[in-house]
């Protein structure tokens, strides 16, 4: 069974930190995202990523946040200066392709648990 | 913002039960997944249903896609402890991949 794995599964940073959450897509896949999931809340978009660059993002995804793609396999997150409500889990996906349909899988990895202080 | 609203948030049902979770909304979807999440884990895909009236099946669970598409139910017939988890659905309003999720349904089935 193909799996995304992210790394850390969790981080505790000082407020007004940089993190850095990195993630290993399915080989290969083309499509890239970012969710996040505030304790008790729902899973929330935050980017997509196709092609070496944002093909779309939510508001929440603000001047704080940037995502990398350094090689052929990682797929970062980082933010740039952490808040305490940045404090979430946040899961890494990746699909072969756009959209939802039979046969198109979008799959999460585990997450990241941060912790901002 | 389109919103999924599923109902009901918990549930808590003997082994055996037959069960049915709603996911609601205003707004047309173009696709729709149900996603089953353990604590600590991400999300894992169930199903996806993109016809409007669209019925799939998955051993117990059924899915079913409303006709004007702004609407799924997933029924469970003869929950088991193994069923217990957070059920989410997650739906895609035009062709781009940004899933809006709905805040889930916690199911426990207790044997």
């Known amino acids: 069974e193909p799996e995304v794995t992210q790394t850390p599964s969790h981080q505790v940073t000082q407020m007004g930190q940089e993190v850095i959450l990195r993630c290993v897509p399915i080989s290969n896949h083309l499509y890239f995202y970012w969710y996040r999931q505030i304790l008790g809340q729902k899973v929330e978009f935050l980017v997509s990523f196709y092609n070496n660059e944002i093909s779309e993002k939510s508001e929440i995804f603000d001047d704080q946040f940037s995502v990398e793609r350094p090689d052929g396999s990682n797929f970062t997150l980082k933010i740039r200066s952490t808040k305490l409500e940045d404090s979430a889990m946040y899961f890494c996906?990746?699909?072969?392709?756009?959209?939802?349909?039979?046969?198109?899988?979008?799959?999460f990895g585990e997450g990241s648990w941060l912790t901002v202080v | 913002t389109q919103l999924l609203e599923q109902s009901p948030q918990f549930l808590s049902i003997q082994e055996g039960e037959n069960l049915t979770v709603y996911c609601n909304s205003s707004?047309?979807?173009?696709?729709l997944q149900w996603y089953r999440q353990e604590p600590g884990e991400g999300p894992v895909l169930l199903v996806t249903?993109?016809?409007?009236?669209e019925v799939k099946k998955l051993k117990r669970l059924t899915f079913q896609f409303g006709d004007a598409r702004k609407d799924s139910s997933l029924h469970i017939t003869a929950a088991q402890p193994g069923d217990t988890g957070l059920y989410l659905c997650a739906g895609v309003r035009t062709s781009g991949s940004r899933l809006t999720f709905g805040e889930g349904t916690q199911l426990t089935v207790n044997p």
């Open positions: 707004s047309v979807f173009s696709s």
């Open positions: 996906a990746s699909s072969l392709r756009q959209g939802l349909f039979s046969g198109n899988t979008i799959y």
């Open positions: 249903v993109v016809t409007g009236g």
